[in-house]
């Protein structure tokens, strides 16, 4: 094998998902204990609150408990060099975790099994299919009275429109929780309240053994068989092709707080979830054996220190070897770009890399040359597909409330939609700046940080506008005719690109049976 093969062989880089409050930091931290990332349980959320100490930005995120910030954690496991991308929960920041799903090989979505499918984890799936992601599922927090697991699978496959295929089995759940059967491993796992520790209490016991009544008591192990015979019965055999496809989700029971359930988590990641695979271009799909280094940026991140207007660009490199110092050619810039510290984020601290390999994520200084999805090379000219730029809900009229400062404003709003904390559109006549978001915090973040970063003031005007479509047209004289007959109601997004932007979906609806030569898209693709 060569080197390059080696690394790539090594590296799984994947994402946790799941509704605020499901147990996605808890079970990161977790995952970094056993990796030997952190020592201490607790590191995750802490390092969290450190952080917004010393950011005004993340200031916001401490007044509302939310996590705004994605970052990455890398840790050694079985040889394997695992990278979780970390994605905030909050629903207001969606877009980053949509963002962020396009950088990952793989997802473990969370449930809390009290809670079941939440509205949060179907979109974030949506997401995932649209890529065929492959899933796993952990269902957690089963020392607390949760549903029914077979209603709960009945309404994973229902709302995710996902097959699922339980690869392990709780034995109860909530106070009288005994553990899990793993079903392919046939041992029975006991369930200790742990918070620390990292051993599992483990026994090898075949689901006809009269050991087992011993150990769990006679009516849960004839519980158990039934539960087994009817999952053998209702389920396909485990195949890991069609995980691997995005088609089938294998599920796994635990108690993340507990420790418990999640190693076998994290063994059976390690042994299906896929390396770092071909991914498509505008041009061609690239391999990551192919010699030759690419990789695109996925999420830009303000400084922590704000004094400092200097960014993070996350690069996920998808083929070749990523070098420190080399000339690389930045495809939409068409200009050649190095990068003297580049970063990684092994064990939590920063370091400066010499290389990077396909599945890595590198954090590059950035003093605004990057835009969300752009893409480097080692000349040709390609751009990695598929970040899609998604309607927004909500929509506000940037007012300048310093007439002084109008090239400051320009230039923040400039660069706070690049980071991809909102998207801009601009509405003639007079330039006016629309604003549009997922969630009402943005604005409260973007007000802030043009304040703060950029010293310009600013206020809002709401606006009726709910909807924005992409259009297009194949007669330039019908999209020309039709923007002109619009007027204020189109906007042109940072590529230039026309939007119509609509009060409801029954205006886009309308306005599309009206007007048959012209394309309406609820998604673009940023060029
Ligand atoms: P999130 O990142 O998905 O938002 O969830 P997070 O891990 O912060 O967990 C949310 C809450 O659920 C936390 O409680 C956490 O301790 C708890 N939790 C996580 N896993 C389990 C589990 O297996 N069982 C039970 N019963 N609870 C679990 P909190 O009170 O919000 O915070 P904390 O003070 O405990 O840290």
Sequence with gaps: MSKIEQEIAKRRTFAIISHPDAGKTTLTEKLLLFGGAIQTAGAVKSNKIKKTATSDFMEIEKQRGISVATSVMTFEYNDLLINILDTPGHKDFAEDTYRTLTAVDSVILVIDCVKGVEEQTERLMEVCRMRDTPVIIFINKMDREGQNPFDLLDELEQKLNL???????????????????????????????????????????????????????????????????????????????????????????????????????????????????????????????????????????????????????????????????????????????????????????????????????????????????DTLTEGEDLQYAGIPSFSPEIFKELINLDPMKSKQLEKGIQQLTDEGVAQLFTVQPGNRKVVGTVGELQFEVIQYRLEHEYGAKCRWIPMNTSRACWITSEDPKKIQEYIRLKGTQIGYDKDDNPVFLADSEWMVRMNRDNNPDIQFHTTSEFK
């Design 163 to 373: 097959k699922v295929r339980p690869l392990t089995w709780p034995v109860n759940g909530g106070a009288t929780f005994k553990g899990v059967y793993h079903l392919l491993e046939k041992q029975m796992y006991f369930f200790k309240v742990n918070k620390t520790k990292v051993e599992d209490d483990v026994a090898l016991l075949e689901l006809d053994s009269s050991e087992l009544d011993q150990k769990v008591g006679e009516r849960d192990a004839n519980q158990l068989r039934e539960d087994v015979e009817l999952i053998e019965g209702v389920y396909d055999t485990f195949n890991r092709d069609t995980y691997l496809s995005g088609k089938v989700a294998p599920v796994f029971f635990g108690s993340a707080v507990n420790n418990f359930g999640v190693r076998e988590l994290l063994e059976a990641f390690c042994q299906i979830s896929p390396l770092p695979a071909a991914r498509p271009t505008n041009v061609r799909s690239v391999d990551p054996l192919e010699k030759k280094f690419t990789g695109f940026v996925f999420k830009i991140h303000a400084n922590i220190d704000p004094r400092h207007r200097d960014r993070i660009a996350f690069l996920r490199v998808c083929s070749g070897i990523f070098e420190r110092g080399k000339f690389y050619h930045h495809t939409r810039l068409d200009k050649s770009v190095r990068f003297s510290n580049p970063y990684s984020f092994m064990a939590s601290a920063k370091e400066v890399v010499d290389e990077g390999f396909p599945g890595d994520v590198i954090g590059l200084y950035d003093t605004g040359t990057f835009k969300i999805g």
